[in-house]
């Protein structure tokens, strides 16, 4: 029941909030609406993951537990996207960092493709993969902070950048440590638990960052008028 309550409960946030991002983005003027197409690319490839668990095509047992592949597949493709989407408020054009974007997004899918490896390996090989992950995680806080940041203080960005970048930092922090206790690691909280806080987390990183996201492009473009 809880299950199905969750799957629910995701599956119609994110069609909620596509709908609205759609809406937001109809205002938004020609040059900002890309903040409207990476916003609403994220919650519906979400909303394609979750569907897929839903169906019971998102998960497997393997090494004696039930890993959740469709996270997996969800974070590898809107997590990319949300680092694009943090950059547009770095440069005015993404062909200014186009290196720096693709190394960013590049250890960004080394963390999670890592993290699966984890998810899929008995212990202790699965702290081992965690711990190579969290390195790659270091890493892309390393490049959002430092040269990323750079720019968007170069691009007179570093509002909008900074409110962005804190709260993806402050909810991606999150997600290592919820794999770590629950049933990829050392299963201190039941799954219920696990998969209501990855509820949670997903919602906000999704949905919120992609609200704040599009305030930020339009109060951006008042600005410039």
């Known amino acids: 029941m809880w299950r199905t309550t969750f799957l629910h409960d995701r599956l119609d946030r ?3 909030g596509g709908v609205l991002f759609w809406l937001i983005s109809r205002r938004l003027p020609q040059v900002e609406k890309r903040h409207g197409v990476a916003a609403m690319t994220i919650v519906f490839v979400a909303f ?9 095509q998102g998960d497997i047992f393997f090494n004696g537990r039930t890993v959740y592949f469709a996270r997996y597949t969800d974070w ?8 694009a989407s943090l950059a547009m408020f770095a440069g005015n054009t993404l062909s200014r960092i186009a290196t720096l974007l693709a190394a960013l997004i590049a250890a960004d899918v080394y ?6 490896v ?4 008995s212990a202790p090989y699965n702290y081992y993969w965690w711990i190579i ?5 270091l890493v892309v806080l390393g490049l959002i902070w430092g040269p990323l940041r750079q720019r968007a203080s170069e ?6 950048f900074s409110k962005l970048a804190s709260m993806l930092t402050a909810l991606w922090v999150c997600y290592p440590i919820v794999w770590l206790v629950g049933s990829s690691g050392a299963e201190l909280i039941s799954v219920t638990v696990e998969s209501w806080l990855y ?12 609200f704040v996201a599009l305030s930020a492009a339009r109060q951006g473009q008042s600005r410039a008028h």
């Open 48 to 56: 394609a993951n979750y569907f897929a668990m839903a169906l019971g």
């Open 111 to 116: 963390m999670i493709v890592t993290g699966l």
């Open 199 to 210: 509820l949670v987390l997903d919602v906000t990183a999704k949905v919120g960052f992609g």
């Open 118 to 121: 984890g998810n899929l390996s």
């Open 155 to 160: 691009d007179g960005q570093m509002a909008p």
């Open 133 to 137: 992950s969290m390195v790659a995680f």
């Open 14 to 16: 994110n069609a909620a």
């Open 76 to 83: 590898v493709i809107t997590t990319p996207i949300l680092l």
